[in-house]
């Protein structure tokens, strides 16, 4: 084979569906629902990742990480989000 070099293409936006679709309901009355940082037509239309493009995807990906953190912090959603105010 003489062709030029091609570089591997990892399946990011399957990648992205297959965890939407796994974990799209934790945006359900989640933190960023509750305090309006994401509206309700984007948390349901991150339960079906495959009607988003590709940038609604990305954000989705880093909602569904921002919503885990909070979660994970393991206090009340107002007390994680005013020091997350108070950060910026």
């Known amino acids: 084979m003489n062709r030029p070099k091609r570089g ?3 399946p990011v936006h399957a990648w992205y ?3 939407l ?4 309901e934790i945006f359900e009355n989640g933190h960023l629902e509750n ?6 037509d984007f948390v349901d239309k991150a339960r079906k990742p495959e009607s988003m493009s590709r940038r609604e995807r990305e954000v ?3 909602a569904l990480n921002l919503e885990m ?3 994970s ?7 994680s989000l005013d020091e997350w ?3 910026g």
Not at 21 to 24: E, I, Q, V
Not at 73 to 79: F, H, I, Q, T, V
């Open 85 to 87: 105010h108070t950060i």
């Open 69 to 71: 953190w909070f979660r």
């Open 8 to 10: 591997f293409e990892p």
């Open 73 to 79: 912090l393991g206090r009340s959603s107002e007390a």
């Open 35 to 40: 305090h309006q940082i994401v509206r309700r």
């Open 21 to 24: 679709n796994a974990h799209g």
């Open 17 to 19: 569906n297959a965890l």
């Open 60 to 62: 989705a990906w880093a």
